[in-house]
């Protein structure tokens, strides 16, 4: 069946050089690169028609299902959405932008998917080479997005504009994620396939330039004209395709042909996860998504997983960006957001241990819808989209969770919106303590203050002054304020601001101690 990577994947390197050359053509108001980007239109017509030639054989040979055959149909239709297009952007009538995401989410990231299906569907490839396999593809996608921004950039001089630049190191810490995570989930022989190729004048250079971009008192690109970045780029991700046929060739089972061929058989033998300890695993079982799922389902998809830390500050993903991986927070706190036209950002959700993140982006395999950042200090096990996704169709009671999972977000969405964006600022101020303390569960009287007040005020749909002013109202009422905490006056002092949410959180609600049975606002009025 593995035949059937090396067409898919030669047309996604087809297509993913046509968006670099279309990308500088459209950045250059046509004076670079026409004949190269008329070469590359030639190449990606001839891999697609070459996926339609064995499209037929495909069923009677590997015995796809027509699911299966009719996503590869949908992929086949979407790039003729891209030829159509084709005279459209030989006219200038798209900015570099649309062209990256087009490209990109219609045909590129679809592609990605159905191939990591396809291996995973050959029961003589190992699950865990696979898994090496598909993060292999992410990187060298996001290299491919670098290719092709880096040109975008060079030619508008967009590298001396400093949210650019934010946003071109963001993708090259997206790089070095998925770069890490193949050699997390490698073995030796595939980590010695990626060191045997990748290396060269064009590499190098590369990562000169990588290394200085990534330098916070850097504030340019290096010296380096458009052409001459997309020839080593392009030089580099041609040496990334030939790393990519190699891991293809090395995807079966070492022991395929030594045991009766059964996928039940390999399965059974899990590889250590990278980086999960067996407190987070324990802990990750105890999810509603994980909790009572049989035991081959909850390793299967765990030995796909990766954990990682993460520092304050750093992104997870931006808007927009291919949903390639689900998130789940073990511990700490991160934040939804969305940018302003004014350049300002406005915080939608704070998420923290055990909450998904976007997930209904990852199930619905569409972009993100917002971007996601980390508040606080935080520890995030992630899992590869196509792989959830393929487990969900299989698995009845994991499509449950699903539903249940995006039911909840929904039901805390509105809830949220509620509570922050239609009550008068003492009441959200309140609301969110009395959360927080539910939350928390850990001393009566006490909140700890999970994040800077900078950001409790934008996640509470406020200005800092306003969150300081209504601090002052709480302090004069006897409540003590301090940098990361605040301290009631007594254990019921925040039990006006309680909701029938909030309420079925709380342990005293439904017996004698209750002092707000009905949930009652009224002693809201005092504040």
């Given at each position: 069946m593995n035949e059937t990577l090396i067409f898919l994947g030669n047309a996604m390197h087809e297509m993913q050089a046509e968006r670099g050359c279309a990308v500088l053509f459209v950045s250059s108001k046509g004076r670079l690169f026409k004949n190269e980007l008329l070469g590359s239109f030639e190449k990606t017509l001839a891999a697609f028609d070459n996926i339609?030639?064995?499209?037929?054989?495909?069923?009677?040979?590997?015995?796809?299902?027509?699911?299966?055959?009719?996503?590869?149909?949908?992929?086949?239709?979407?790039?003729?959405?891209?030829?159509?297009?084709?005279?459209?952007?030989?006219?200038?009538?798209?900015?570099?932008?649309?062209?990256?995401s087009g490209y990109s989410h219609q045909v590129i990231s679809p592609l990605m998917d159905i191939m990591v299906l396809a291996a995973l569907s050959d029961k003589k490839n190992d699950p865990a080479k696979v898994s090496a396999y598909s993060y292999f593809l992410q990187y060298k996608?996001?290299?491919?997005?670098?290719?092709?921004?880096?040109?975008?950039?060079?030619?508008?001089?967009?590298?001396?504009?400093?949210?650019?630049?934010?946003?071109?190191?963001?993708?090259?810490?997206?790089?070095?994620?998925?770069?890490?995570?193949?050699?997390?989930?490698?073995?030796?022989?595939?980590?010695?396939?990626?060191?045997?190729?990748?290396?060269?004048?064009?590499?190098?250079?590369?990562?000169?330039?990588?290394?200085?971009?990534?330098?916070?008192?850097?504030?340019?690109?290096?010296?380096?004209?458009?052409?001459?970045?997309?020839?080593?780029?392009?030089?580099?991700?041609d040496l990334?395709?030939?790393?990519?046929?190699?891991?293809?060739?090395?995807?079966?089972?070492?022991?395929?042909?030594?045991?009766?061929?059964?996928?039940?058989?390999?399965?059974?033998?899990?590889?250590?996860?990278?980086?999960?300890?067996?407190?987070?695993r324990n802990f990750i079982e105890e999810l509603p998504f994980f909790m009572n799922l049989p035991e081959d389902?909850?390793?299967?998809?765990?030995?796909?997983?990766?954990?990682?830390?993460?520092?304050?500050?750093?992104?997870?993903?931006?808007?927009?960006?291919?949903?390639?991986?689900?998130?789940?927070?073990?511990?700490?706190?991160?934040?939804?957001?969305?940018?302003?036209?004014?350049?300002?950002?406005?915080?939608?959700?704070?998420?923290?241990?055990?909450?998904?993140?976007?997930?209904?982006?990852?199930?619905?395999?569409?972009?993100?819808?917002?971007?996601?950042?980390?508040?606080?200090?935080?520890?995030?096990?992630?899992?590869?989209?196509?792989?959830?996704?393929?487990?969900?169709k299989e698995n009845n009671e994991l499509a449950l969770r699903v539903l249940a999972g995006i039911s909840q977000h929904s039901h805390s969405l509105i809830q949220e919106f509620e509570n922050i964006r239609l009550k008068p600022a003492t009441e959200r101020v309140g609301w969110f303590l009395l959360k927080l303390l539910l939350d928390q569960g850990k001393i009566p009287d006490l909140v700890e203050l999970p994040y800077d007040k900078s950001l409790i005020a934008s996640y509470l749909d406020m200005k800092p002054e306003t969150f300081s002013r209504t601090l002052k109202r709480f302090r004069d009422r006897g409540f003590e304020i301090n940098k990361s905490s605040v301290i009631l006056p007594n254990i019921s002092a925040l039990c006006g601001f309680c909701d029938h949410d909030l309420a079925a959180a709380c342990k005293k609600h439904g017996t004698p101690e209750c002092p707000n049975p009905e949930c009652s606002r009224a002693s809201v009025a005092d504040f």
């Amino acid at each position: 069946m593995n035949e059937t990577l090396i067409f898919l994947g030669n047309a996604m390197h087809e297509m993913q050089a046509e968006r670099g050359c279309a990308v500088l053509f459209v950045s250059s108001k046509g004076r670079l690169f026409k004949n190269e980007l008329l070469g590359s239109f030639e190449k990606t017509l001839a891999a697609f028609d070459n996926i339609r030639r064995e499209l037929g054989k495909w069923r009677e040979i590997h015995a796809y299902d027509d699911e299966f055959l009719d996503r590869i149909r949908i992929v086949l239709d979407n790039s003729e959405t891209v030829k159509s297009r084709r005279n459209r952007i030989l006219n200038l009538e798209f900015n570099a932008t649309e062209i990256i995401s087009g490209y990109s989410h219609q045909v590129i990231s679809p592609l990605m998917d159905i191939m990591v299906l396809a291996a995973l569907s050959d029961k003589k490839n190992d699950p865990a080479k696979v898994s090496a396999y598909s993060y292999f593809l992410q990187y060298k996608e996001k290299f491919g997005r670098e290719r092709a921004l880096g040109a975008r950039g060079l030619v508008t001089k967009s590298f001396n504009d400093q949210e650019f630049l934010d946003r071109f190191r963001f993708l090259l810490s997206e790089q070095d994620s998925f770069q890490r995570t193949f050699f997390a989930m490698a073995d030796a022989r595939q980590k010695r396939i990626y060191d045997s190729i990748i290396h060269g004048s064009a590499v190098r250079r590369l990562s000169e330039v990588h290394k200085s971009l990534q330098l916070k008192k850097n504030h340019s690109m290096p010296e380096i004209s458009p052409t001459e970045w997309f020839r080593l780029t392009s030089e580099k991700i041609d040496l990334m395709k030939k790393v990519e046929n190699k891991l293809v060739e090395n995807l079966p089972n070492d022991a395929a042909n030594a045991d009766d061929g059964s996928q039940a058989s390999r399965v059974q033998v899990h590889r250590p996860v990278e980086g999960i300890t067996s407190q987070q695993r324990n802990f990750i079982e105890e999810l509603p998504f994980f909790m009572n799922l049989p035991e081959d389902i909850t390793s299967g998809l765990l030995q796909h997983a990766q954990v990682r830390g993460y520092k304050k500050g750093k992104l997870l993903f931006l808007e927009g960006e291919v949903s390639s991986r689900l998130h789940i927070i073990l511990s700490g706190w991160v934040k939804l957001f969305k940018g302003t036209s004014g350049g300002d950002e406005t915080v939608l959700q704070m998420l923290t241990c055990g909450d998904m993140i976007a997930e209904s982006a990852v199930f619905l395999n569409a972009p993100y819808p917002v971007s996601a950042q980390v508040a606080k200090k935080s520890v995030v096990l992630t899992l590869p989209a196509p792989i959830i996704r393929e487990r969900i169709k299989e698995n009845n009671e994991l499509a449950l969770r699903v539903l249940a999972g995006i039911s909840q977000h929904s039901h805390s969405l509105i809830q949220e919106f509620e509570n922050i964006r239609l009550k008068p600022a003492t009441e959200r101020v309140g609301w969110f303590l009395l959360k927080l303390l539910l939350d928390q569960g850990k001393i009566p009287d006490l909140v700890e203050l999970p994040y800077d007040k900078s950001l409790i005020a934008s996640y509470l749909d406020m200005k800092p002054e306003t969150f300081s002013r209504t601090l002052k109202r709480f302090r004069d009422r006897g409540f003590e304020i301090n940098k990361s905490s605040v301290i009631l006056p007594n254990i019921s002092a925040l039990c006006g601001f309680c909701d029938h949410d909030l309420a079925a959180a709380c342990k005293k609600h439904g017996t004698p101690e209750c002092p707000n049975p009905e949930c009652s606002r009224a002693s809201v009025a005092d504040f």
